[in-house]
Every structure is written in structure tokens, then in C-alpha cells.
């Protein structure tokens, strides 16, 4: 699990020449050291992925890592990158570029390059860019070691100020981040999971160890960036076309390139944090009422069902697949924006939604959810992703394309009403003695099908189980004047503590009018 906090916590140049691009020189004169130029293009970063796949892995060599160990969370907080001599910080770029350095948590160099003009020019490292203290450790690190990660500062011309605010962020092996339309960041992406909770098996975190930048058009509101992924089991090449709007929208094509067999390979996959909510009441866990990045994962299958799977904090790792061929997407989501349900000043209401959107067939494969224990907020502990169908094998070659939508709800809502709440508690009658072995599941749906019901009708609710009996069935709407907004209860009686897989949706006659429930809940927990 990665810790999530660490994450994130962590010049002049004329306008003639900002307004023709930024050369090595002038570069150079703005006070970032260029190293020699060498011909580039994705197509080549590509063939040069698939010829490091044929050879044995080889680690990027950590420089100094006895210094950098000495750069712990504290001092690496207390060094922050000089604005002034950000990447494109006059331009032409209306988004400059700033760098994260190494540290005790981040010992793999990251190689920066700027590209124009189809050609590659390395950013030399320097600790001169960055301000630190008199003795910090850093201060000891050699020329050209290399950096951390970089994040785009939102627009020069802008209403926020560039400087203090940015909007995408690559840090710690593949992963990276971006806010959404409530400027925050929460949940993130990363360019491959290998080996995600495989018995027996470590997980591999490959990373991402050489970017290239292009220099975009003056003006431009998007900007596209290159990266070599690198691991054991793995090489892959990456690019992303992001653009920012209301949303970010980042459009990724990936070619990758196997070195070995991966028992577990996840492409697009997403990774957050889910702590507790408000189905399962906790006694004095924590003030908060509660704590999650993302609330449930959303399904758009190939078939056209709208799936809703609220998150679970489970006893132990649990995995489960959703098979599907060629799905229309999927996300984690935050659905819950009420401030009074977290009272956090770190804002969990205003976390962004992340949704994967297929570009072309991705054929048969799984969307599988991975949910690990944890009793902290600090550890991201929920992943989802696709899984093919069939095994990855050394040699192979996949190249998958899609689009991330960084937003606040889906982009590409469902008609049907949604899922809003998921509540669970003792089973039985209020003021009766309650059965054991028996919970009562509250579920709440609000749409415009579930206003449009003739007066006296009531949804039906349609349940399954994989094991147990219902009982105590009742639909209501909402006592809160609000139209559409309608609620579920039952009782579920099961023994064992196997986990129990339940779907449930609404209809009238036979005319559907949600989406569906899926929950998974465990009797011993």
C-alpha cells in the first residue's frame, strides 16, 4: 500500500522568444542546464520499450543512496521547486512545469527531457533549483542525479495563481494525479498493476523513468507528454494528451511489452482510499464521520447494465472479478459531496471521480476490484482495473488506448435512478428482540424514472443473493419532500462467514428503473 499523504505534500526569458518556442539556449538562459539533442518521436519511444523487453531487467541506478535516505519525510518537505525557473514559465506554454526532487521515499531518478522539433533535450538535474535549507541532505546529492516527478502548474494567464496551484502530478513509481472540477486531488491512476494481491507473489510497481514534454502551440489548453515504463516483468511506452478543461480529460495510448508472465496484469487501473462510511457504524474509530476518497465503483458494461458496487474495508484482501467483454467504462467514484458527512478540512467532499472510458474493442477480460484491510486513511488500499481474459506471457505485445475523465460525477450519467446511500444494522423489528445472524440492508435510490411512477404505485425491488433468505421486504419513498428519492430495506439471515454477493435493483412491471446494487457482505465482520 502506498502512503497516500506522501504523495503530493511533498528566469526570465523576452517574448520574442516565448513567442517562437523555447530553445536549448533560451532554456538555458531562464537557468535550466540542457544536455545534447537526440531525435524522438512516440513511434520510436515505442520500438525502444519493445527492445528493452527482450533483455533482462536492469535497475535505474540510485545515485547516492545513503543521501537520500537521509532525506526523510520531514526534509523532504522543507524543499520546494523555484517557480522562477519552472519549464515554459513565460511561456509558450500557457502550463509551466515543475519538478519534485528525491528522497528517501522516491530513490528511482526520474529523467526529464523537453521535446521541439522532434527533438529530446535532457533537463540536467541541479540542486540549485530547488530551496532547502543551509544543511539539508539534499545539498550532497552529485550533478545530474535526476528527479522525483514533475506536476503542471495551472495557466499563466489564469484567474489562480500558477505558482501555488497545479493541476496533474506524476510522483512515485508509475503513479500519477489530477484535481477534478472541485480542485482537489484524492484518487490515483497509475500506468500498470502487476501482480496485484496474488497469493505467493510480491507486487511489482514498475516505473515510470524517463519523460519527454512537448512543447505545445502558444495558447493551447492541452499538453501531451511521453513516458518509458520500466520493470521486472514489463517495458512499456506511454503517451498522454491531457487537457485542461472544467474536467481533466487525459487521452492515453500504451503500447507494453512483456518480459515475463504476469499472473495478474492491470491495465488502466485506478487506485484509492476507503476507510469507513456511512452504512457500517463505527464506535469511536475516529470523529469523523467518515473517510474515503472514493464511496463505490461504477460499471458500464459491454451489455448496457449500469452497475453500482459501493466500497468495502474488508477483513482481508478480497478481489473480485466482474467479467464483461469490451465494457463501456468504469470508475471510482465519490458520489457522496455533503460536507457534513466528513466535517474534514482536507475536503474528502470535494475528491474527484475517476472514469475510464475504452477507446476501441478491448475485447474479454474482467474489471476486477481489489479492497485491503486498513485502519488508517493514510494507506491507499482499494484498486480497480482491467484484466484480460486470457494470461499475459513473456513476449506478448498490447496496446490499449482510452480516456480519463477527472470530474466530479460521471461523464456520461445513466438515465436510470441511481444508487445514493447503502446503510446496514441489526435485523429484525425496532423495539422487538433482534434476531442474530440477521441484518437489515438499507439501500436509496433517486432519479427522474422514480418520479414519473402514477400515484399509489411502488417500485418493486428485485433481490438475489448468492447465499441467505430476505425477509422483511419494504419500498418507500423518502420522507423529504424530495421527488424521485426512494428506499429499499430488508433482512438478510445467513450463517457462515463466507462473503454473501447481493444484487438489487428497482422496476415496475416491466420497465426498469435503476441501476443495479451490488454489494458484498460479510456476516463475521
Not at 294 to 313: K, M, Q, V, Y
Request: with cysteine; glycine share 8%.
Amino acid at each position: 500500500m502506498i502512503n497516500r499523504r506522501q504523495f503530493l505534500q511533498t528566469a526570465t526569458a523576452t517574448a520574442a522568444l516565448a513567442a517562437q518556442g523555447f530553445s536549448a539556449p533560451a532554456l538555458a538562459q531562464q537557468g535550466l542546464k540542457m544536455g545534447a539533442s537526440s531525435p524522438f518521436s512516440f513511434e520510436e519511444l515505442k520500438k525502444r520499450a519493445q527492445e528493452m523487453a527482450r533483455s533482462p531487467y536492469v535497475a535505474p541506478p540510485s545515485p547516492s543512496p545513503e543521501v537520500l535516505y537521509q532525506i526523510d519525510y520531514d526534509a523532504h518537505g522543507k524543499i520546494r521547486f523555484k517557480t522562477d525557473l519552472a519549464l515554459w514559465a513565460n511561456g509558450p506554454s500557457e502550463f509551466p512545469v515543475t519538478f519534485f526532487h528525491m528522497g528517501r521515499f522516491f530513490q528511482k531518478p526520474v529523467r526529464m527531457h523537453v521535446v521541439e522539433g522532434g527533438q529530446a533535450r535532457e533537463i540536467i538535474y541541479d540542486n540549485s533549483y530547488f530551496d532547502m535549507p543551509a544543511d539539508s541532505p539534499a545539498r550532497k546529492l552529485p550533478d545530474n542525479s535526476g528527479f522525483a516527478g514533475f506536476r503542471f502548474q495551472e495557466a499563466r494567464t489564469g484567474k489562480l495563481d500558477w505558482r501555488k496551484n497545479d493541476w496533474v502530478a506524476f510522483l512515485g513509481a508509475s503513479y500519477f494525479r489530477a484535481i477534478g472540477e472541485l480542485y482537489q486531488y484524492g484518487l490515483s491512476a497509475r500506468g500498470l498493476a502487476v501482480d496485484v494481491a496474488v497469493f505467493g507473489k510480491n507486487e511489482e510497481f514498475p516505473d515510470f523513468t524517463h519523460v519527454y514534454f512537448e512543447t505545445p502551440q502558444p495558447g493551447s489548453n492541452t499538453v501531451t507528454v511521453h513516458a518509458l515504463l520500466d520493470g521486472p516483468s514489463v517495458a512499456s511506452a506511454y503517451r498522454f494528451v491531457m487537457q485542461r478543461a472544467s474536467a481533466i480529460i487525459m487521452d492515453i495510448d500504451s503500447a507494453v511489452y512483456m518480459r515475463q508472465d504476469v499472473s495478474r496484469l492491470g491495465l488502466a487501473p485506478l487506485t484509492s482510499m476507503y476507510w469507513y462510511s456511512e452504512k457500517a457504524k463505527t464506535t469511536a474509530v475516529d470523529w469523523r464521520p467518515e473517510i474515503h476518497d472514493s464511496d463505490g465503483l461504477a460499471l458500464w458494461t459491454g451489455t448496457g447494465e449500469r452497475i453500482w458496487r459501493p466500497l468495502n474495508n474488508p477483513p482481508r484482501i478480497i478481489t473480485s472479478a466482474f467479467a464483461d467483454e469490451n465494457p463501456k467504462g468504469f470508475g471510482l467514484l465519490q458520489r457522496d459531496r455533503n460536507f457534513d458527512h466528513y466535517l474534514d478540512g482536507v475536503y474528502y467532499d470535494r475528491r474527484p471521480s475517476l472514469w475510464i472510458e475504452p477507446q476501441g474493442g478491448w475485447g474479454r477480460g474482467s474489471i476486477q476490484l481489489v479492497e485491503i484491510p486498513t485502519d488508517d486513511e493514510i494507506h491507499d488500499n482499494i484498486v480497480a482495473m482491467w484484466v484480460p481474459a486470457e494470461p499475459v506471457r513473456a513476449g506478448q505485445a498490447l496496446e490499449l488506448r482510452y480516456r480519463m475523465h477527472w470530474s466530479a460525477e460521471e461523464p456520461y450519467p445513466t438515465p436510470l435512478a441511481r444508487v445514493v446511500a447503502t446503510r446496514f444494522g441489526n435485523g429484525g423489528q425496532a423495539g422487538t428482540n433482534r434476531p442474530k445472524g440477521v441484518r437489515k440492508f438499507m439501500v436509496e435510490f433517486i432519479g427522474q424514472p422514480l418520479t414519473r411512477l402514477p400515484s399509489g404505485v411502488i417500485p418493486r425491488p428485485v433481490l438475489t443473493a448468492s447465499r441467505g433468505e430476505f425477509s422483511n421486504i419494504l419500498t418507500e419513498a423518502v420522507p423529504n419532500n424530495v421527488p424521485g428519492h426512494w428506499r429499499t430495506q430488508f433482512d438478510l439471515t445467513v450463517t457462515g462467514t463466507e462473503p454473501v454477493e447481493m444484487r438489487c435493483y428497482l422496476r415496475n412491471e416491466n420497465e426498469v428503473l435503476s441501476e443495479t446494487w451490488l454489494y458484498q457482505y460479510h456476516p463475521a465482520f
